[in-house]
């Protein structure tokens, strides 16, 4: 489990990168907490500086967007999904578990 | 009822097209047109990471998986030659006629030549990934690039291949680079990323011509200074690509002329992407916009147009970018000389800042280098801040 920040630090429409063996970007859509690739698939524009729109997000270079909960990419010029990542809240304290074997939807 | 649909030019603008006729739910024919023998690819990587050998054809080809469901009949390999407006037939350079109920032009632009170049080897200009293809061959033996015009392709040039190794010297004719889109001040902001990495920029000087007999040997410049080079790059604009459509009937300028919403003159036709100057309300003119964006969203609308749709188009601010020696540049809104600008994040000196464009006390445009999250920021505020201004 990587540590990301306490939970007061992320208020909701926020989002932050963590460093992994791949950046992950972690995001408070009204409360919900998502965690994706931070790297969009296209180029290297990190998806934590993007624009929050409902559950998704919008690369802050050519604006493909990616689902938050499935990682799926609704548009181009990006074509491959990111990946998600679980998250954990414990003691007020963020959490991600990158990259989870494939048990489906958490 | 079986209706076509005939999109001419297999790039973003006519991709875009296609897939929000689609997304429209038209379930008629379509037929895309291109005449490079080319499934769509991506241009601006052609400057950048396909020009340095970084990226692959596959990873800029524009086409993804989900395509294949938008059964599209493409005609690659085919030029237009005309349009028939009283059948709206499309004539092929195969001598075929496409009859189609609804045409989408979208032909794009070209490089263009400098006057005098051509016949000459190791002279190019970077439009299509034929051209990228034979550039970055060149370059790969070569020891000094000049090239001529320092707006974004030829800076994006440089820039990469100065990474390459190469010598690099960049010509201007204007007194400042990139003033037009940015202003002198920022343009001249930007240019000093030559000089941070050891290109040389020489402005307000004019090219006299190219010396060499079957391969270029030097640029002379108007003051009689002789540039060698191994490879000259000519990067002064692009040109649409309309004269196809010259006898057609369909109203031209710098372009298709079009109203707001991506119709032509011509019912049933309408136009998108860099061969379309679109009427802008906040401008009060046609305005043909080159920008990658710009191609693909405005075509949501033309199709929409084409489809019967009368709603008002969106007008988001046009926003392009630029990455050249490693520094993301950024640019949102319409800027006009008389804007004031203000740095309102980091320092143009570190090669990181935000600037606003301001005219009568509001923002009307911003950039950023290397900024990319307060930018997106800025641009959202810009396209909810930008109708009501005007
Ligand atoms: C090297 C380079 C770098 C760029 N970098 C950036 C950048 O960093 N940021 C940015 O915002 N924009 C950038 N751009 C601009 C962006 O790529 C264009 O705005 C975009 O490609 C326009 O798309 P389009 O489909 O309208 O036209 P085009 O991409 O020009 O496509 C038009 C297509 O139509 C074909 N065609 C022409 N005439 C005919 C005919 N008669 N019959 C059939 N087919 C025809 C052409 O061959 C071409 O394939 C760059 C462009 C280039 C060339
Ligand atoms: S880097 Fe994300 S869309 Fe291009």
């Given at each position: 489990m990587i540590p990301v920040c306490p939970?007061?630090?992320?208020?909701?429409g926020e989002a932050t990168r963590v460093e992994a063996d791949e950046p992950i970007a972690v995001f408070n859509v009204d409360g919900e907490l998502y965690a994706i690739d931070d790297t969009c698939t296209h180029q290297d524009?990190?998806?934590?500086d993007g624009w929050l729109d409902g559950c998704a997000v919008e690369c802050p270079l050519h604006a493909s967007c990616f689902d938050?909960?499935?990682?799926?990419?609704?548009?181009?010029?990006?074509?491959r999904p990111v990946r998600t990542h679980r998250v954990v809240v414990q003691d007020d304290m963020i959490y991600v578990l990158p990259h989870p074997a494939e048990e489906g939807a958490a | 009822m079986s209706a076509t649909v005939a999109v001419i030019g297999a790039s973003l603008a006519g991709l875009s097209a296609a897939r929000a006729l689609r997304a429209r739910s038209y379930e008629g024919r379509i037929v895309v047109v291109g005449d490079?023998?080319?499934?769509p690819y991506d241009?601006?990587?052609?400057?950048k990471e396909f020009l340095a050998g970084t990226a692959s054809l596959e990873d800029i080809a524009?086409?993804?998986?989900?395509?294949?469901?938008?059964g599209l009949e493409w005609r690659l390999g085919t030029r237009a030659?005309?349009?028939?407006?009283?059948?709206?037939s499309v004539v092929l350079d195969d001598g075929s006629e496409l009859r189609a109920d609804g045409v989408v032009l979208a032909t794009g632009a070209r490089a263009r030549r400098l006057p005098g170049?051509?016949?000459?080897?190791g002279v190019h200009v970077l439009r299509s990934l034929d051209d990228a293809i034979a550039l970055r061959e060149d370059l790969a033996s070569a020891r000094r690039l000049v090239v001529i015009g320092a707006g974004f392709i030829g800076a994006e040039v440089a820039s990469t291949a100065r990474a390459l190794g190469l010598e690099v010297t960049v010509v201007e004719t204007?007194?400042?680079?990139?003033a037009g889109p940015l202003g002198a001040d920022m343009g001249a902001v930007c240019a000093g990323l030559h000089a941070d990495r050891g290109t040389r920029l020489l402005v307000g000087t004019g090219v006299a011509g190219l010396v060499g007999?079957?391969?270029?040997q030097a640029v002379e410049l108007t003051d009689g200074t002789r540039l060698p080079a191994d490879v000259v790059v000519v990067g002064i604009g692009a040109v649409p690509n309309?004269?196809?459509?010259?006898?057609?009937?369909v109203a031209l300028g710098n372009g298709v002329l079009t109203d707001a919403r991506g119709?032509?003159?011509?019912?049933?036709v309408v136009a998108v992407g860099d061969c379309a100057a679109a009427w802008s309300p906040a401008a009060e003119r046609h305005v043909r916009i080159e920008h990658w964006t710009n191609a693909l969203e405005q075509p949501a609308t033309a199709a929409a147009t084409l489809l019967g749709a009368t709603t008002p188009a969106p007008a988001p601010p046009p926003y392009f970018w630029s990455d050249q020696y490693g520094a993301r540049i950024q640019f949102a809104g319409a800027r006009r000389d008389g804007d004031v600008t203000r740095v309102?994040?980091?320092s143009c000196a570190e090669r990181s800042f935000l600037v606003v464009y301001e005219r009568d006390g509001h923002p009307v445009a911003v950039l950023a280098m290397n900024q990319p999250r307060l930018f997106t920021r800025w641009r959202r505020q810009l396209r909810s801040a930008v109708p009501s201004a005007s």
């Open positions: 939970t007061n630090a992320l208020p909701p524009a990190s998806l934590a938050l909960r499935t990682g799926k990419v609704s548009g181009p010029p990006a074509k | 490079e023998v080319h499934a241009r601006p990587p052609l400057s524009l086409g993804a998986p989900d395509d294949e469901a938008l030659v005309g349009l028939d407006r009283h059948t709206r170049s051509d016949g000459l080897d204007q007194p400042v680079p990139l007999t079957g391969r270029v309309t004269e196809w459509l010259a006898d057609s009937g119709a032509t003159n011509l019912p049933g309102v994040e980091g």
